[in-house]
């Protein structure tokens, strides 16, 4: 079993930025491939980020390309997303996820998920 939990979410205006944190426990960190999803009200969950095992792979929604970055520290056992240039339409529910294997944008595909983290982008 794996345990996540976000962190970071809130309030911020147009232009910001905040940086999402998912600390995990209970399985070998190192050994999870990590994404990042979100989803917004009366939309389906989608894919904004991901990260391979050891760090070295990452793959990001074209929504969020150059805006948003991916990274993870093993020996603290989290995951990050720096978002900036937010833009209100960027406003989800933000969701960590695990897996094991390789990294993947399908939210089917992975096993583990944090209770989420609210983003707000004000206009």
């Known amino acids: 079993q794996v345990q996540l939990v976000e962190s970071g979410g809130g309030l911020v205006q147009a232009g910001g930025s905040l940086r999402l944190s998912c600390a995990a426990s209970?399985?070998?960190?190192?050994?999870?491939?990590m994404g990042w999803f979100r989803q917004a009200p009366g939309k389906e969950r989608e894919f904004v980020a991901a990260?391979?095992?050891?760090?070295?792979?990452?793959s990001y929604a074209d929504s969020v390309k150059g805006r948003f970055t991916i990274s993870r520290d093993n020996a603290k056992n989290t995951v990050y997303l720096q978002m900036n240039s937010l833009k209100p339409e960027d406003t989800a529910v933000y969701y960590c996820a695990a897996r094991d294997g390789s990294r993947s944008s399908d939210p089917k595909n992975y096993g583990y998920w944090g209770q989420g983290t609210q983003v707000t982008v004000s206009s």
């Open positions: 990260i391979s095992w050891g760090g070295g792979m990452t």
């Open positions: 209970g399985r070998t960190f190192s050994s999870l491939a």
